[in-house]
């Protein structure tokens, strides 16, 4: 059974498009994440998410958004693609948002923006 | 702010040597601290964590002590296989807020 989940795995896109991530997890639990991962391997937490808040990281262009249909879903829109998107973005869940509280992570997806 | 700093690799050991990846952190109050680990083409997995301050966390042979002396997490491994080969992460989450800094990566080789 996969626990964290996203789709597609890979996506390649002209500069200028929109597109669309998609996460679910079915560990039951309520907050949510989006991460990006640059060329050099480094993580970067863009959104944490559950149902009663959402958390931007400030450094995050507007064209970014999160949209959660329900607590076992968050999906990452982003507008008007540019090259410096292209990286791969993961999803994670935890159970609670305590310091303790582990994060479990999809698999990624590989966004290309040529 | 917080912020979690990592050796530089990649780190190139052969099969069956003894791995040390150095991890130091920066943070207000007392963060939990994790080892998470990347396999090529692969999403993060936990590796293991500590939520306070002298906790050691263990898993797969690999081993990590919270010191808050010094602050610092740093991972060991007595023997390593060429199955270990892939980029351990470091990273804190602090009790005030609920998302992850991770440090930068530490490439491991495995040769065997």
């Known amino acids: 059974d996969t626990a964290v989940s996203q789709t597609p795995k890979y996506l390649v896109t002209q500069m200028g498009n929109d597109k669309s991530i998609k996460c679910e997890q079915n560990?039951?639990?309520?907050?949510m994440y989006w991460y990006k991962q640059d060329s050099k391997k480094f993580l970067k937490i863009m959104f944490s998410?559950?149902?009663?808040?959402?958390?931007i990281n400030e450094t995050v262009p507007n064209r970014f958004s999160p949209k959660s249909p329900d607590k076992a879903h968050l999906n990452l829109h982003i507008n008007s693609l540019e090259l410096g998107d292209s990286a791969v973005y993961f999803c994670?869940?935890?159970?609670?948002?305590?310091?303790?509280?582990?994060?479990?992570f999809g698999p990624g997806t590989r966004l290309l923006v040529l | 702010g917080d912020s979690v700093t990592q050796m530089e690799g990649p780190v190139t050991l052969s099969e069956e040597a003894f791995l040390t990846i150095n991890c130091t952190y920066t943070a207000t109050g007392y963060p939990s601290l994790f080892w998470y680990v990347q396999y090529p083409g692969e999403g993060l997995q936990l590796l293991l964590k500590?939520?306070?301050?002298?906790d050691k966390g263990s898993n797969k042979g690999f081993e990590a002590t919270y010191r808050k002396e010094t602050t610092s997490f740093h991972l060991e491994k007595g023997s390593v296989q060429v199955s270990d080969s892939a980029v351990y992460f470091c990273a804190l989450k602090n009790n005030a807020g609920n998302m992850l800094t991770f440090g930068g990566g530490t490439r491991l080789m495995v040769k065997p």
């Open positions: 994670a869940s935890s159970h609670g948002q305590g310091g303790g509280q582990t994060q479990y």
């Open positions: 998410y559950n149902n009663k808040e959402l958390i």
């Open positions: 500590a939520t306070k301050a002298d």
């Open positions: 560990l039951g639990h309520d907050t």
